[in-house]
């Protein structure tokens, strides 16, 4: 891809007790995009990051950084990298102030407390600058870990499952932290479980399972290409059977027979059997009166969930 | 080479060391005066000078090396343990600086603690005993390239660590009893024929020997065997440094 910030070709890590964790993983990350990485428990995402970032060495393949090898050339790579990591680890007996002055000495930047404030206040840590570590909640010292990491001002930033333990208002403001720095042009790639993280933040989605990247794909484009959607017609009275005149729609009863379940393309609109007209036209035509209707676009948690147990 | 990484690291660590000031300080002054107490003045009155000098002078360069390896290993060792098991060193590893950078700032801060604690104790010896530093710039090189190189030793040994047991059980088992049977209070040709050999075979006799060389001019062996010695184990302490970083050993999975 012309403009890939970073690019994993044939990463594999196989660990010491013998357990691959990726598996020829080959992925390219957009300049300025927001990437979302899915997965279960254990799928290597984690992994994944630890190896981009340098925490874990690869038993194969390479990692491009703006154009760096990771390896070879990780001064250059890692300078922009900025890393969240999913565990909180902190040093406790710090101040807030002074352990994200440090990360940013550590990446080998100058001092510069306007930086360091500016990033402070995005995070609504400003307040707790002179706390120690010890004394701030989790979700607090979730935010200064995002704050150490762009402490360093990196062009790219990996958040693995940065809003865990966060409540909702909390999350909402992060979320608006990140498109902010995307708006600045910072690269972001983020893990989450909250499904609806990835559909509200991401440009594009990735989904690993068992160390391989099973899917990647503009989050737009999968929710219409897989996204199905539901109608459901609720009767008045049960049917014993289904007439004649629907046999030819693929429809599923529920058990009372009250509802019938109906799937249709949501973007192509033109399943063969002649989609919602068709089949409302021969409801009609049987006599079936119809109490209600609802329709219901599968979300990208369904997407989700339907492709990790489907290669389970 | 970038100095921003090495001061962060360096003044992180030496924060650390004014947060346990007390232990850190304290501890082992009290602990160098209750031997000057004990071995200088109560038992010491009753020993003989050594080569024209005095046992409770005689033993001060060997204390002030004992205080010296200790206290060189177990903070070294515990700087970068404590960010290896709190999980902090994640940062450390995705940083962009050399191994070299991060031995500067940890091993630095770590050595400049043991060489002002090693000043400290001297001059609390001199309240208990009157002597001269007969050449006191060979006697700062000494103490900052012991420091130096005991702060590597201990920084290796706070990787390999695993537990909280091993970080302790390197100082107790090996440091402590090679400088006890390393010279600090005796004079090695006071031993048997049989061990005054075996004793050539422990790196500390050559530091204390050489050390003491500084103060009084009298010494075991040579004082260019000593600086040999400590420049070799110097060499061997960052070639070790250098590989744990190259092949992640105890550092990345
Ligand atoms: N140091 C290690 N040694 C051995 N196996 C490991 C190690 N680290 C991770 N693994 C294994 O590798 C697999 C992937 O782990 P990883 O942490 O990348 O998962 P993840 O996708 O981040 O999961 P989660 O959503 O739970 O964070 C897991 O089965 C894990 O047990
Ligand atoms: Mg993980």
Known sequence: MSDSIIRIEGLSKTFAGGFQALRQVDLSIQRGEIFALLGPNGAGKTTLISAVCGLVSPTQGTVWVDGFDNVKAYRAARERIGLVPQELTNEAFETVWNTVSFSRGLFGKPPNPKHIERVLRSLTLWEKRNNRLITLSGGMKRRVLIAKALSHEPRILFLDEPTAGVDVELRREMWNVVRELRDQGVTIILTTHYIEEAEEMADRIGVINHGEIVLVEEKNVLIEKLGRKQLTVQLFEPLEALPPELATFALIQNEAGDELIYSYESAIQKAGDGGISALLGALNKAGVGVKDLHTRQSSLEDIFVDLVKERA | ?253
């Open chain 2, 1 to 253: 080479m970038n100095v921003y990484p090495v001061r962060a690291i360096y003044m992180a660590e030496m924060m650390r060391t004014r947060r346990t000031l007390l232990q850190s300080v304290v501890s082992p002054v009290i602990s160098t005066s209750l031997y000057f107490v004990v071995f200088g003045a109560a038992i010491g009155s009753r020993i003989d000078e050594i080569g024209g000098v005095s046992y409770g002078a005689f033993i001060v360069p060997g204390l002030i090396m004992l205080m010296l390896l200790t206290q060189s290993v177990s903070n070294a060792s515990f700087g970068i343990f404590f960010p290896k098991f709190s999980g902090s060193i994640y940062e450390l590893l995705s940083a962009p600086i050399s191994f070299l950078e991060i031995v500067i700032g940890y091993v630095g801060a770590a050595a400049t603690k043991s060489v002002v604690l090693g000043l400290i104790i001297l001059a609390t010896a001199r309240l208990f005993v009157p002597m001269e530093v007969a050449h006191p710039v060979w006697m700062l090189l000494f103490l900052l390239l012991t420091a130096v190189t005991f702060s590597m030793l201990g920084f290796i040994i706070g990787i390999w660590a695993d537990g909280f047991d091993k970080l302790q059980l390197v100082p107790l088992l090996v440091i402590t009893p090679l400088t006890f049977l390393g010279g600090s209070f005796y004079s090695i040709d006071m031993l048997p024929p049989f061990w005054q050999g075996v004793t050539l075979f422990n790196p500390v006799v050559y530091l204390v020997s050489g050390f003491r060389w500084s103060f009084y001019g009298i010494s075991d062996v040579s004082m260019v065997a000593s600086l040999a010695m400590i420049l070799l184990f110097l060499l061997v302490c960052l070639a070790t440094i250098a590989w744990i970083f190259r092949t992640g050993y105890r550092l990345k999975p």
